[in-house]
């Protein structure tokens, strides 16, 4: 069992607590390290340099060898060039800047890229072409090649629903109604994608958890699954923590230091840093002090940055329907179920890029998802039943037949009343007409 980031929060800069900020960037820094947080070079340099500047700290020239982040696992494809660049930043840019604050500069360039927050979910668009489904804080997203195809927020879309294989996105752009439609491999993967979707849309667009409501996956003839979120949305969250009077915790993050064995000691621990024991008070305060001192120093030029982000992301925004390029290399994220690293003895990378059909595996293998799958398969039966019955031919040949059988019984029923009746009409004419003779003389 592995702790896992499941909403990521669209401004981490706000998380109040270090702790949290140090899980969250334990998540960040494994998605980089899985291709999930895809971005241009100069980003990916930028990032890989605050983990080796958290990792490490500042850059020693007695310490550290000239190849010294080749002992680092930061990328899925890590070539010499962005090696070289990561090592110019480390020794410069982020020079003087604590762990602490190395992990905040990640997570302050981590929150501005397309691919943040991003649990890819693979699947194939109407062409065959595989594509890549995710949603954000901003809304939900599709990656395809180096490309972000699509961008719906949240106040642009209207439901999300699924029929067998078949995925529905049903939503609004530029004040037009728009339908996407995609395929996964399994019902299974469908119906996960389907409510990922919509425990996202609840979380990031409901204002109060009282407003979400339970969902179906299909029409009101045909019922198929229902989902309700359960649990406080984004905004409820972001009140709650702007409420935290608590002191931070005793117990503090160090990092693994360098001693006597070198840089072989980080090779395996690169990717999850332990939790070491509680350092004293004085050595606290003077690691806050630091840090807050930093930031203040720095406050000024991130926000700049921030704005001129913010200002090239509310752009692409405004240009939703067109291609976006996020890399100069090809989105091809690992879905991984496994924590990272993953000892050579256990398959590897290997490992790593086979899960996703080991965790198909271990789907269908599940009773329940098994009768859920069966209960699919029935419906879908249904369907097809019903369609038939409406469009067959012969089903409205047979219609024709009934309707023509029913108005010839009309016809004779009718027939035979008239042969009953017109002689008692005639019958009781002529004697209401001697009647009236008789009177007369």
């Not at 004040?175 to 996407?180: A, D, G, H, Q, T």
């Not at 009140?239 to 064995?261: C, G, N």
Request: aromatic share 8%; proline share 5%.
């Amino acid at each position: 069992m592995c702790f896992r980031v499941k909403f990521y929060p669209q401004e981490p800069i706000k998380i109040k607590e270090e702790l949290t900020r140090y899980l969250l960037y334990l998540q960040l820094k494994r998605d980089v390290y899985h291709g999930r947080l895809l971005c241009p070079f100069t980003d990916a340099a930028y990032l890989g340099a605050c983990i080796v500047q958290a990792e490490l700290g500042d850059y020693d020239p007695e310490e550290h060898p000239a190849d010294y982040i080749s002992d680092f696992k930061l990328f899925p494809k890590q070539s010499l060039k962005l090696d070289s660049k990561i090592m110019e930043i480390h020794q410069n840019e982020l020079r003087g800047q604590c762990p602490a604050l190395a992990e905040l500069s990640l997570l302050q360039r981590a929150h501005t890229l397309d691919t943040y927050g991003v649990d890819p979910h693979p699947c194939k668009d109407f062409t065959g072409s595989t594509a890549f489904l995710g949603f954000t804080a901003r809304g939900f997203v599709v990656f395809q090649g180096n490309k972000r195809i699509h961008l719906l927020k949240w106040a642009d879309v209207s439901k999300f629903k699924f029929e067998g294989k078949t995925f529905y996105v049903i939503g609004v752009q530029r004040e037009k109604k728009l339908v996407l439609t995609f395929h996964t491999s399994t019902p299974a993967s469908c119906k996960h994608l389907w409510k990922c979707a919509v425990e996202n849309q609840a979380f990031y667009k409901c204002a109060k958890s009282s407003q979400i409501k339970t969902v179906s996956s299909s029409s009101i003839i045909f019922k198929g699954s229902r989902f309700r979120y359960s649990g406080r949305v984004a905004k409820e969250v972001i009140e709650a923590s702007s409420k935290i009077q608590r002191d931070p915790p005793l117990s503090v993050i160090t990092q693994p230091t360098v001693h006597s064995a070198g840089l072989s000691a980080l090779k395996d621990s690169v990717h999850l840093s332990p939790l070491k024991p509680s350092v004293t008070s004085e050595e606290v305060e003077v690691r806050e002090n630091h840090v807050q001192e930093r930031r203040e120093d720095e406050a000024v030029n991130r926000m700049k940055a921030d704005e001129e982000r913010r200002e090239i992301h509310v752009d692409h925004e405004d240009e939703a329907c067109a291609a976006l390029t996020i890399s100069d290399t090809e989105y091809s994220p690992c879905a991984s179920v496994v924590p990272t690293p993953v000892e050579e003895s256990q398959g590897g990378l290997n490992l790593l890029f086979q899960s996703p059909a080991r965790l198909l595996k271990e789907l269908h293998a599940d009773p329940e998802m098994q009768l859920e799958l069966q209960a699919e398969r029935e419906r879908e039966l249904a369907r097809e039943a019903f369609r038939q019955s409406l469009c067959s031919p012969s089903s409205g040949r047979q219609q024709m037949q009934a309707c023509l059988l029913s108005a010839a019984r009309l016809v004779v029923m009718a027939t035979g009343l008239l042969v009953i009746l017109l002689p008692l009409l005639l019958v009781l004419l002529d004697s209401t007409g001697g009647s009236f003779l008789a009177v007369a003389l």
